[in-house]
Nanobody, 124 residues
Framework: QVQLVESGGGLVQAGGSLRLSCAAS????????MGWFRQGPGNEREFVAA????????SYADSVKGRFTISRDKAKNTLYLQMNSLKPEDTAVYYC?????????????????WGQGTQVTVSS
């Protein structure tokens, strides 16, 4: 079992930055590929970014590529999402998730463990 707790969300103006954190506890954090997803009002949950267990591979949605950076600190059992040049369309609840099997994935159903989410609101 893995417990995930996100933090770092908030209200920011367009063009600003935020860094989200996801603290993991339970089973070995370093064994899992991890991902960030988001869900805006009236929308389905969508992929944002993913990182392999070794941090050697990352993947991003086209909508955030070049603006967001995913990283992980195994010593701190923490996953991060650095978000720069934020846009109003980035407004959503952001979730971190842990994937049991190796390999990156953009699919919600491939992730077994989820945090409770943190709200990010970008004003224009």
């Amino acid at each position: 079992q893995v417990q995930l707790v996100e933090s770092g969300g908030g209200l920011v103006q367009a063009g600003g930055s935020l860094r989200l954190s996801c603290a993991a506890s339970g089973r070995t954090f370093s064994s899992y590929a991890m991902g960030w997803f988001r869900q805006g009002p009236g929308n389905e949950r969508e992929f944002v970014a993913a990182i392999s267990w070794s941090s050697s591979s990352t993947s991003y949605a086209d909508s955030v590529k070049g603006r967001f950076t995913i990283s992980r600190d195994k010593a701190k059992n923490t996953l991060y999402l650095q978000m720069n040049s934020l846009k109003p369309e980035d407004t959503a609840v952001y979730y971190c998730a842990a994937k049991i099997l190796a390999g990156l994935s953009q699919y919600v159903n491939d992730y077994r463990y989820w945090g409770q989410g943190t709200q990010v609101t970008v004003s224009s």
